[in-house]
């Protein structure tokens, strides 16, 4: 008898370790930002806008103490932006403390470099505008 509920423990214990290692594998693909108009998945300061022929987006950065923009971007029908902000990138400027890299991919994209740069306001005193532009807009001509 005793042989059997060693088996049986050495069995559980085996069971319950593959099982947190898929909890941990999946955990950890779950929660893999990612590029998408709802949201990244994760708890980060990150957005994606998207444009189509019947929403063409231009977003605007605006400094709230001053009510006067820091950014633009018209985004191209078809095309999406992502934006990230990461804090305290320059800390002795008060002005602009922080910094947002940003990418113009195709329409769909989940993953990528985002290239561009550019210091940023901080959160408390920024603001994000998007504004719909007049429709129908047709995509860019691609050559």
Same mark, same amino acid.
Not at 53 to 77: A, F, G, M, Q, S
Not at 96 to 106: L, S, Y
């Given at each position: &008898? =005793?042989?059997? +509920? +060693?088996?049986?423990?050495?069995?559980? $214990?085996? /069971?319950?370790?593959?099982?947190?290692? $898929?909890?941990?594998? #999946? *955990?950890?693909?779950?929660?893999?930002?990612?590029?998408?108009?709802?949201?990244? *998945?994760?708890? $980060? !300061?990150?957005? +994606?806008?998207?444009? /189509? @022929?019947?929403? @063409?987006? +231009?977003?605007?950065?605006?400094?709230?103490? #001053?009510?006067? =923009?820091?950014?633009?971007?018209?985004? =191209?029908? *078809?095309?999406? %932006?992502?934006?990230?902000?990461?804090?305290?990138?320059?800390?002795?400027?008060?002005?602009?403390?922080?910094?947002?890299?940003?990418?113009?991919? !195709?329409?769909?994209?989940?993953?990528?470099? &985002?290239?561009?740069?550019? %210091?940023?306001?901080?959160?408390?005193? /920024?603001?994000? !505008?998007?504004?719909? /532009?007049?429709? @129908?807009?047709?995509?860019?001509?691609?050559?």
């Amino acid at each position: &008898m =005793p042989t059997r +509920t +060693t088996t049986t423990t050495r069995s559980t $214990i085996a /069971r319950a370790a593959l099982a947190a290692a $898929i909890a941990t594998t #999946t *955990g950890c693909l779950a929660y893999k930002p990612y590029y998408h108009e709802s949201g990244s *998945g994760a708890a $980060i !300061d990150q957005y +994606t806008y998207v444009s /189509r @022929p019947w929403e @063409p987006k +231009t977003i605007t950065l605006i400094d709230v103490r #001053t009510n006067e =923009p820091v950014w633009t971007v018209d985004v =191209p029908v *078809g095309k999406q %932006l992502t934006m990230r902000f990461y804090e305290d990138k320059n800390p002795d400027n008060a002005i602009t403390p922080d910094n947002m890299r940003w990418q113009i991919q !195709d329409e769909g994209t989940k993953f990528g470099q &985002m290239a561009n740069t550019t %210091l940023v306001p901080p959160a408390e005193v /920024r603001r994000i !505008d998007v504004e719909l /532009r007049a429709v @129908p807009e047709a995509p860019p001509e691609e050559f």
